[in-house]
């Protein structure tokens, strides 16, 4: 059952399908029961960050957060908020209306600093429009000295972006940049983040696209091991899951992670993670996965 009490094929996730009681994605219809269907609409996200919600409503439950120049399809808008699902990862949520824009074209280039901010003009002391995050997709129209001007307006300094078709190498290295980033339960851009979101962007950067979720990389990203932690070698770039919860692999023994025991993006001793997982759950790790581009 979904919160709302449709009923749906178990192999539906209703994180990754818009489908509620009353209306559900067009591309659904044979497959779940609602009172109508629609195609949805695209639009852009306007702001540099913006809450994805369970429920329409302000202090509902964070799942995700969606970045300045992603699409986005909207199924249904009622009272300031839209019900929308993201294009880069499939995720389905609540956002409010007014961080949505006209749909962007595709997109040039993506931020490759940590964090850029957005002026109106091509101007470093111009009061900033907003922050953008690493990853955020953006459509360059132009270039006015050091600074690339964007589709729909504003600019960014042109040092702090590149090509979408120039990627990094080396996502274990992108990963360490986020190291004493804050935990963010949900967050998925530079100024917080999640253990997920660490995975999916640090990736993101290598030109490799994963979901949003850990349960959703344990069973998608990459490949799956014959074995785990102990009992096969491990190596740099290698996924280590544990209910809840994935860790990069640094080395042999290290990992990078972003976590709620640190409270940050930290390095650790893998045996360290064991030992917390095994105490809190009475399991172990759950499955290694490896990254065929990487690896």
Same mark, same amino acid.
């Given at each position: 059952?979904?919160?709302?009490?449709?009923?749906?094929?178990?192999?539906?996730?209703?994180?990754?399908?818009?489908?509620?009681?009353?209306?559900?994605?067009?591309?659904?219809?044979?497959?779940?029961?609602?009172?109508?269907?629609?195609?949805?609409?695209?639009?852009?996200?306007?702001?540099?960050?913006?809450?994805?919600?369970?429920?329409?409503?302000?202090?509902?439950?964070?799942?995700?957060?969606?970045?300045?120049?992603?699409?986005?399809?909207?199924?249904?808008?009622?009272?300031?908020?839209?019900?929308?699902?993201?294009?880069?990862?499939?995720?389905?949520?609540?956002?409010?209306?007014?961080?949505?824009?006209?749909?962007?074209?595709?997109?040039?280039?993506?931020?490759?600093?940590? *964090?850029?901010? +957005?002026?109106?003009? #091509?101007?470093?002391? @111009?009061?900033? &429009? $907003?922050?953008?995050? =690493?990853?955020?997709?953006?459509?360059?129209?132009?270039?006015?000295?050091?600074?690339?001007?964007?589709?729909?307006?504003?600019?960014?300094?042109?040092?702090?972006?590149?090509?979408?078709?120039?990627?990094?190498?080396?996502?274990?290295?992108?990963?360490?940049?986020?190291?004493?980033?804050?935990?963010?339960?949900?967050?998925?851009?530079?100024?917080?983040?999640?253990?997920?979101?660490?995975?999916?962007?640090?990736?993101?950067?290598?030109?490799?696209?994963?979901?949003?979720?850990?349960?959703?990389?344990?069973?998608?990203?990459?490949?799956?091991?014959?074995?785990?932690?102990?009992?096969?070698?491990?190596? *740099?770039?290698? +996924?280590?899951?544990? #209910?809840?919860?994935? @860790?990069?692999? &640094? $080395?042999?023994?290290? =990992?990078?992670?972003?976590?709620?025991?640190?409270?940050?993006?930290?390095?650790?001793?893998?045996?360290?993670?064991?030992?917390?997982?095994?105490?809190?759950?009475?399991?172990?790790?759950?499955?290694?996965?490896?990254?065929?581009?990487?690896?």
């Amino acid at each position: 059952m979904t919160e709302s009490g449709t009923t749906l094929d178990p192999r539906i996730d209703p994180r990754l399908n818009a489908v509620r009681d009353d209306l559900a994605d067009a591309a659904l219809e044979g497959q779940v029961t609602a009172v109508r269907f629609a195609e949805g609409r695209p639009a852009g996200i306007a702001r540099g960050v913006v809450d994805l919600r369970r429920t329409p409503d302000a202090g509902s439950g964070l799942d995700s957060q969606l970045l300045f120049g992603e699409t986005v399809t909207v199924f249904d808008e009622a009272e300031g908020w839209a019900w929308v699902q993201n294009q880069t990862d499939g995720y389905v949520g609540y956002v409010e209306s007014r961080a949505l824009g006209a749909a962007p074209s595709p997109p040039t280039h993506r931020v490759t600093a940590l *964090r850029s901010y +957005l002026f109106p003009e #091509p101007n470093l002391k @111009a009061p900033p &429009l $907003d922050c953008l995050s =690493i990853g955020s997709p953006l459509c360059v129209t132009g270039r006015e000295g050091d600074y690339a001007a964007l589709q729909g307006g504003g600019y960014v300094y042109g040092r702090h972006i590149a090509p979408v078709a120039e990627t990094e190498s080396d996502f274990v290295a992108t990963a360490l940049r986020f190291l004493g980033t804050p935990y963010y339960w949900g967050g998925r851009s530079s100024v917080g983040l999640d253990c997920s979101t660490l995975v999916q962007l640090s990736l993101a950067c290598a030109g490799l696209p994963v979901r949003r979720d850990s349960y959703q990389q344990e069973a998608t990203a990459g490949e799956a091991l014959n074995g785990l932690p102990g009992e096969i070698a491990l190596q *740099r770039g290698d +996924l280590v899951f544990s #209910p809840g919860h994935v @860790a990069i692999m &640094l $080395d042999a023994g290290r =990992i990078v992670h972003a976590n709620a025991f640190t409270m940050t993006v930290a390095i650790e001793d893998l045996a360290a993670l064991e030992g917390r997982v095994r105490a809190e759950t009475g399991g172990g790790f759950t499955a290694v996965r490896r990254i065929p581009e990487f690896g």
